[in-house]
């Protein structure tokens, strides 16, 4: 069965460097997007991408955060200058069309900020 | 505005007997519903959703739901619960005027005890 893919499974980073989270979405999919969850809150949306555009993006994905699909198979989420409380698990999915399809998950990168 | 409810924080139920997760939303529209479980260290996994059509929702591992409009509910349930179901369960809803965006409860941990 197809699945999301991420990595890395964690990182461990300073406050105020770069990070690039990396995410493979099943291949015949053309939604994707970014969810994080901070420890002990809800998941919460990010952004969702489209046609190598942005469709819709939350209040918490400020000008720090940005997104990319280099290629015709990995999506990925950068964080420009990371903070304490930027620290969260990061869930990529992927779906075959929006409103009612189903977004399918990864695994989730485990980001910790010192 | 779309959100969901989460009542409660753990459900434990013996092994065998019935299982219930419960689920309250909130939309300014017509909703689409998703439940998603979580095992340790993987990601989300989809179980099951209701789009439209019958109230009744079967889906994966033996889960289903049902969907009450008039109650705004949509409480996951299995007849009889094995020690595997044990697990971080997630509801998400998403308004049908919004294509992108899932918003989530909680979640509720599940222990079923043998």
């Known amino acids: 069965e197809p699945e999301v893919t991420q990595t890395p499974s964690h990182q461990v980073t300073q406050m105020g460097q770069e990070v690039i989270l990396r995410c493979v979405p099943i291949?015949?999919?053309?939604?994707f997007y970014w969810y994080r969850q901070i420890l002990g809150q809800k998941v919460e949306f990010l952004v969702s991408?489209?046609?190598?555009?942005?469709?819709?993006k939350s209040e918490i994905f400020d000008d720090q955060f940005s997104v990319e699909r280099p290629d015709g198979s990995n999506f990925t989420l950068k964080i420009r200058s990371t903070k304490l409380e930027d620290s969260a698990m990061y869930f990529c999915?992927?779906?075959?069309?929006?409103?009612?399809?189903?977004?399918?998950f990864g695994p989730g990168t485990r980001l910790l900020v010192l | 505005a779309q959100s969901v409810a989460q009542p409660e924080d753990q459900v434990n139920v013996a092994e065998g007997n019935p299982l219930t997760v419960k689920c309250t939303y909130s939309?300014?529209?017509?909703?689409?519903l998703f439940w998603y479980v979580q095992y340790p260290n993987r990601g989300l996994q989809f179980l099951l959703k209701?789009?439209?059509?019958?109230?009744l929702v079967k889906g994966s591992y033996g889960f289903e739901a049902e969907f009450n409009k008039s109650q705004t509910s949509f409480h996951l349930k299995k007849p009889s619960a094995l020690v595997s179901d044990s697990a971080l369960y997630f509801c998400?809803?998403?308004?049908?005027?919004?294509?992108?965006?899932?918003?989530f409860g909680a979640g509720t941990t599940v222990t079923v005890r043998a």
């Open positions: 939309v300014s529209g017509n909703p689409y």
């Open positions: 991408f489209y046609n190598n555009e942005i469709s819709e």
């Open positions: 999915a992927s779906s075959s069309g929006r409103s009612l399809e189903t977004q399918y």
């Open positions: 998400a809803v998403r308004d049908r005027n919004n294509d992108y965006k899932l918003s």
């Open positions: 209701y789009i439209t059509g019958d109230n």
């Open positions: 291949s015949n999919h053309l939604y």
